[in-house]
Nanobody, 120 residues
Framework: HVQLVASGGGLVQPGGSLRLSCTAS????????MYWVRQAPGKGLEWVSG????????YYSDSVKGRFTISRDNAKNTVYLDMSSLKPDDTAVYYC?????????????WGLGTQVTVSS
């Protein structure tokens, strides 16, 4: 049974920090690229960050570059998103997404999301 459980969201003041975690089970986590994707109220999905299966390559959207850091611990089947200098525009539900492309066949899974609210 595949699960992606995201946690760590909450209410934070502008300029503050949060650490999101997403713990996976039911599939071989270490062979999947992992992504964080967010959805702000009334808007579509926005890709935020990605990390390769080995954890040595990371990618960020321009809107979060320099403020967010993605990392993973394959021994713990967990991916993290460290967020700092948070802005009200970062308010969204944050989802983790696991993706694997092997021999032309894609496997991907989504977590339920965790709410991040940046407000004074």
């Amino acid at each position: 049974h595949v699960q992606l459980v995201a946690s760590g969201g909450g209410l934070v003041q502008p300029g503050g920090s949060l650490r999101l975690s997403c713990t996976a089970s039911g599939f071989t986590f270490s062979t999947y690229w992992m992504y964080w994707v967010r959805q702000a109220p009334g808007k579509g999905l926005e890709w935020v960050s990605g990390i390769n299966s080995g954890g040595d390559k990371t990618y960020y959207s321009d809107s979060v570059k320099g403020r967010f850091t993605i990392s993973r611990d394959n021994a713990k089947n967990t991916v993290y998103l460290d967020m700092s200098s948070l802005k009200p525009d970062d308010t969204a539900v944050y989802y983790c997404h696991a993706d694997q492309l092997v021999s032309g066949s894609r496997n991907d899974y989504w977590g339920l999301g965790t709410q991040v609210t940046v407000s004074s």
